[in-house]
């Protein structure tokens, strides 16, 4: 009988050591920015329209929370062997979908740069929207919708935060960082920004845009925080005072709840 309850304590013991193990290890991913993803890095500097080759790559490891939507992929590494780089690149910096030159005249193509799963979505901003002119390809914007509250009242107008952290993927027909020509020039006609977003993000995107405006909010790439239970802002708030203060005093604290980075 002793022999059979200490059998019994051995093995109980054993899975809860097992258990505790497995715990102590998912907790240490979970802390440290979720499961490793391999990426590629460069393993030497790149020039400006250098051909990247096998031996110019390899593998970098980084957690699931810290990978960029434009980070390439180590599965899709035969995909960009032959393909030239259209910016100078470090050694041992993480490759990017927007790096790439694949057109003769090395502007890139916009289709290649479609995180798989993802697409490209064309926002459209008039001459008098001039916050686009501050945007570039590869940077992150959170999207605000304007649009009539309710059909009866179509003078009264909400402010919706649609969508956080979108990469740009490309500015009119750049789909590199534009020089102060090319800002110029965008300036003086109507801009089109391709965002890079799923299809149910493009649904809402698609719905918005036939029901009011879309303004975007340029934010700072490295920011990978996503605030969730934005309220809308009714027009009405421009006029109470209680509403101004309660917007002051939580830019003041910050964001109450933070999620992890939209993938």
Known sequence: ??????????VLATMGAGLLFFYIQRFEREASGGEKVRLLATVKPLERGAVITEDAISAREVPQAYVEDRAIKYIDRQKIIGLKVGNGMAAQQTLMWSDLAVANDERRDLSSLIQPGNRAMAVRATNDDKSFALIRPGDYVDVVATMAATADKPDTK??????????????????????????????????????????????????????????????????????????????????????????????????????????
Not at 1 to 10: D, I, P, S
Not at 222 to 233: E, K, L, Q, Y
């Open 1 to 10: 009988m002793n022999r059979r309850a200490l059998l019994v304590a051995f």
């Open 158 to 263: 909400v402010a919706i935060v649609l969508l956080q952290r979108v990469l740009v993927l490309a500015v009119g027909l750049d789909t590199e960082a534009r020089t102060a020509e090319g800002t110029a020039r965008a300036n003086s006609q109507d801009l089109i920004l391709s965002l890079s977003v799923n299809l149910q993000e493009a649904q809402l995107l698609a719905l918005a845009m036939d029901k009011g405006k879309l303004s975007v909010v340029l934010r700072n790439p490295s920011d990978p925080r996503v605030i969730a239970g934005i309220p809308d802002m009714n027009s009405s708030a421009l006029t109470d005072t209680k509403t101004r203060s309660e917007v002051q005093v939580i830019r003041q604290k910050g964001p109450i709840k933070i999620e992890g980075p939209k993938q």
